[in-house]
């Protein structure tokens, strides 16, 4: 899978989950800062990540992801394994 491809599934998921527009999504928009996620909700994207992508993302690891461009990096390394 390309990063392209990753990009807009991430981005998808990020909508949904926020319930946010696409627009207003960028590479280095902070989940918690610039998109108003709360910790509920960003467990809602780790399992929407690990739907979405078919991966088992480790809990841990995913919290130091805080910005759009590290989920897509972070979900590129599971999916290209």
Not at 20 to 33: A, P, Q
Not at 42 to 71: C, H, K, P, R, W
């Amino acid at each position: 899978m390309d990063k392209s491809e990753i990009q807009e599934r991430v981005i998808k998921v990020v909508c949904q989950v926020l319930n946010t527009d696409k627009d207003m999504v960028e590479l280095s928009s902070n989940f918690v800062f610039d998109l108003g996620a709360e910790s509920t909700q960003s467990v809602q994207l780790v399992a929407a990540f690990d739907e979405e992508f078919d991966i088992n993302m480790d809990a841990e690891d995913a919290l130091e992801v805080q910005t759009v461009g590290d989920a897509i990096e972070f979900i590129e390394k599971y999916v290209n394994k």
